[in-house]
């Protein structure tokens, strides 16, 4: 059984440019959660996708957007890329039936901008 | 606004003495809180967490929690430290949801575990 997978691992970009990262979550589950990693900080939440919506935002600019495919996969995108979006990008897959349950994460993208 | 504290960037432990890696926590109604491991190059693990029930939490890896409602604290613990327990350890309380937006996690800003031989 296959975990949470993120493609790819590792990406360089140069300011202003747009990137996209991908994202399957664990089987079983529907609803997948992103989290930006800076350098020394703790995750913080970016947004959640349930039913192919946006269910939930965090304090991230319109520059950061997502999508959820019919087969619960995600993807983030951030246009216009800033040198202060460098970070490991995280994603976490869960099942909305069970509120309290833990997230399993992937081992994420790391994204720098020049 | 939910939120978590960890007050110490690193702890420093020899090998087979007990560790304790600190957080507290602010929340408004009942605090839902976990503990996560992440190791170098890798995504976050998930350890214990506390939601209802008794004060001390047992997880992986022998790892444990004890919870303290009067200080609002959530400490990760454990009886006899490893080598391979060098790691960055993450308290998270779950975040208030307005529409439903379960298992939103507000994170700390994590704590350097280092155990020496």
């Known amino acids: 059984d296959a975990g949470v997978t993120q493609s790819p691992t590792h990406l360089i970009k140069t300011r202003g440019q747009q990137v996209t990262l991908r994202c399957s979550p664990k089987s079983g589950h529907d609803t997948v959660s992103w989290y930006q990693q800076a350098l020394g900080q703790g995750p913080q939440f970016i947004f959640q996708y349930y039913e192919e919506e946006e269910r939930q935002r965090g304090n991230f600019p319109d520059r950061f957007s997502g999508h959820q495919y019919p087969n619960y996969s995600s993807e983030l995108n951030v246009n216009a890329l800033l040198l202060g979006d460098s970070a490991l990008y995280l994603c976490?897959?869960?099942?909305?039936?069970?509120?309290?349950?833990?997230?399993?994460f992937g081992s994420g993208t790391q994204l720098s901008v020049l | 606004a939910q939120s978590v504290a960890q007050p110490e960037d690193q702890v420093n432990v020899a090998e087979g003495n007990p560790l304790t890696v600190k957080c507290t926590y602010s929340?408004?109604?009942?605090?839902?809180l976990f503990w996560y491991v992440q190791y170098p190059n890798r995504g976050l693990q998930f350890l214990l967490k506390y939601i209802t029930g008794d004060n001390l939490v047992k997880g992986s890896y022998g790892f444990e929690a004890e919870f303290n409602k009067s200080q609002t604290s959530f400490h990760l613990k454990k009886p006899s430290a490893l080598v391979s327990d060098s790691a960055l350890y993450f308290c998270?309380?779950?975040?208030?949801?307005?529409?439903?937006?379960?298992?939103?996690?507000?994170f700390g800003a994590g704590t350097r575990l280092a155990v020496h031989p």
């Open positions: 976490a897959s869960s099942f909305t039936g069970t509120v309290n349950e833990k997230l399993f």
């Open positions: 929340v408004s109604g009942n605090p839902y």
């Open positions: 998270a309380v779950r975040g208030v949801t307005f529409s439903g937006g379960y298992n939103k996690l507000i």
